[in-house]
């Protein structure tokens, strides 16, 4: 499992998937969300816009990412 590191919180879980690469694009993330390929805590995710905090697990095609909150240096 790798760690995501994030600045602020909460994150829309598409925009994770986006950012981290896990899809191409924005719209790809939508897609395969609002199919049901995507869990979150080990529950299917439909909700594009769901909030994604420290602590979160996201799995998308057998990858899975831990969501950890860093602050930015003052």
Sequence with gaps: MREIEI???PVELYKILKFDSMVASG???KTVIAEGLVQVNGQVETR???K???GDII???S???RIRLVKEPD
């Design 7 to 9: 600045t602020t919180q």
């Design 27 to 29: 719209g790809e993330a």
């Design 48 to 50: 594009k816009r769901k």
């Design 52 to 54: 994604i905090v420290t």
């Design 59 to 61: 799995e998308f095609a």
């Design 63 to 65: 990858e899975q990412i």
